[in-house]
């Protein structure tokens, strides 16, 4: 790792804040396990959990929740899971990517990459992908249990100190 890599680490905030978003039209929390994985894996990191809601796969309603919390000066990063594919009921992503400032496409390329290894071709249908709004990190992957884990363990939980606090600059 590079000298500049780990001064941007170093630099990086102690404690982030997060919301978790599920978008789902027949999960409930006690359902949820995506947003379960990530509520995991965030607080396993030492990481506070300050949100977590369930909403339809409704845009509206999407981007409602997600513009209250990355107005929220408490919440530092969103993330988003369900709605990524690419059926009819499958909208979050047009409501995600309508709110980003910037968006941080290298996210969902190695996603879908990393997803390439262990499920083939058909990780192309994911259209999981991340970015600021304003000084908010938003992230958005599937709502599979395999799909967090990776995105968690291999791609956010290992950068998003580093990506807070450049958000922050």
């Not at 780990?6 to 102690?14: F, I, L, S, T, V």
């Not at 965030?42 to 929740?65: C, F, H, K, S």
């Not at 395999?146 to 939980?157: F, G, K, T």
Request: hydrophobic share 45%; with cysteine; glycine share 10%.
């Amino acid at each position: 790792m590079s000298q500049s890599v780990q001064e941007h680490r170093g630099d990086a905030p102690g404690l982030i804040r997060c919301a978790v978003l599920a978008v789902s039209d027949s999960r409930t929390l006690a359902t949820d396990t995506g947003g379960a994985t990530i509520v995991e894996r965030l607080t396993a990191a030492g990481n506070v959990v300050a949100q977590r809601m369930i909403v339809p796969d409704e845009p509206d309603e999407i981007r409602r929740r997600l513009e209250s919390w990355t107005a929220d000066d408490s919440i530092d990063v969103v993330l988003v899971t369900g709605g990524t594919g690419v059926s009819g009921r499958d909208r979050t992503f047009e409501a995600v990517r309508g709110l980003l400032d910037r968006e941080l496409p290298g996210f969902g390329e190695l996603f879908r990459m990393l997803s390439y290894q262990e499920i083939g071709a058909a990780a192309m249908l994911s259209r999981a992908t991340a970015g600021l709004a304003g000084q908010t990190a938003v992230f958005l992957m599937p709502g599979s249990v395999a799909a967090v884990q990776l995105a968690m363990d291999r791609l956010i939980i290992p950068e998003l100190g580093h990506l807070v606090g450049q958000a922050r600059r």
